[in-house]
Nanobody, 118 residues
Framework: QVQLVESGGGLVQAGGSLRLSCAAS????????MGWYRQAPGRQRELVAQ???????DYADSVKGRFTISRDNVKNTVYLQMNSLKPEDSAVYYC????????????WGQGTQVTVSS
């Protein structure tokens, strides 16, 4: 089993920045990807960004150039640096871990709220 613990959400004004962290504990297989989904009220959960342990990344078009994902493989921790935040970025952000780039997430974090005020 794997547990994912997120931190770093909060309230920020438009144009501001936040950094999310997600630490994985338990037994992880070596070939994995970690990242973030988000879900706003009344909307489907959507992929924000993900990164493999080899450093391959993928971003939603809506966050390219503003968000940066990174990870520390020793600490099994993934980070999401969010800059130039917009009100439409407001959502609950969920950390995930998957085995296989095209597979569905196998594990989820509890979620952390990000609210961007205009």
């Amino acid at each position: 089993q794997v547990q994912l613990v997120e931190s770093g959400g909060g309230l920020v004004q438009a144009g501001g920045s936040l950094r999310l962290s997600c630490a994985a504990s338990g037994t992880l297989f070596s070939d994995n990807a970690m990242g973030w989904y988000r879900q706003a009220p009344g909307r489907q959960r959507e992929l924000v960004a993900q990164i493999t342990n080899g450093g391959t990344t993928d971003y939603a078009d809506s966050v390219k150039g503003r968000f940066t994902i990174s990870r520390d493989n020793v600490k099994n921790t993934v980070y999401l640096q969010m800059n130039s935040l917009k009100p439409e970025d407001s959502a609950v952000y969920y950390c995930h871990l998957k085995y296989g780039w095209s597979e569905k997430p196998k594990y989820w974090g509890q979620g952390t709220q990000v609210t961007v005020s205009s």
